[in-house]
């Protein structure tokens, strides 16, 4: 059995813009992945805020960067690991190109490949997923105090950055944004259409990393 990890924000911890609570674990992506791919193993590290490697002083603790060390360890072994970080960094406060949010990304890379966490052994497979970016649905909605035009025009950017990145560090790559979109509530999360249309793609590109894999 191979073990999946998925690191990201509120996407992946499964945020509904309409009743501002969870939906149930079989309506996120990563609980229809868990259905679909029953010889794996999903791990759903999902927290609301995160970002790539930013201090947010009002909402402590959701740098990723500082985050993942001690997440990896307590995964340990892991095959492949899935990052989509993104969204959050946008936020207006802020104020950060798509360039240095890739560069935070690559920083999360570096630390997953590195051989120190699996004691020498093979490190896993990267999938860097772009998130689906932000719309201007934001207008109206409480997200509207966290982003702005700015917001919707660097989560656009990010696409290319991020590819830039996956391919530098030879990890597989997917851009969100070409298969869903932010849902109409508040231009930021995925409604449950949007989940499924997520697990498909991603069932489609982990199917291609497993076959790669020696099982």
Not at 131 to 152: K, L
Request: net charge neutral; hydrophobic share 35%.
């Amino acid at each position: 059995m191979k073990t999946i990890m998925f690191f990201g924000d509120s996407l992946t911890w499964g945020y509904d813009a309409v009743s501002a609570r969870r939906y149930h674990p079989r309506e996120r992506f990563t609980g229809i992945l868990s259905e679909r791919l029953q010889n794996c193993r999903i791990i759903e590290e999902g927290l609301k805020g995160r970002t790539n490697a930013l201090d947010d002083p009002i909402e402590p603790g959701r740098n990723g960067y500082k985050a993942l060390p001690m997440l990896l360890c307590t995964h340990d072994p892991i095959d492949i690991f899935v990052i989509m970080l993104g969204t959050n960094d946008v936020k207006r406060k802020f104020h950060n190109s798509a360039i240095e949010i890739a560069k935070a990304l690559e920083m999360n890379i570096q630390m997953v490949q590195t051989p120190y966490f699996w004691g020498g052994i093979k490190t896993p497979e990267i999938l860097v997923v772009c998130p689906p970016g932000v719309n201007e649905n934001y207008i109206g909605d409480i997200m509207e105090g966290y982003f702005d035009e700015t917001s919707i025009k660097i989560s656009k950017e990010l696409g290319r950055e991020y590819q830039k990145v996956a391919e530098t560090y030879k990890c597989w790559y997917m851009n969100a944004m070409e298969y869903t979109e932010p849902c109409k509530a508040d231009g930021v999360h995925l409604d449950r259409e949007g989940h499924k249309k997520l697990a498909e793609v991603l069932e489609k590109n982990l199917k291609k990393i497993l076959k790669t894999m020696v099982l």
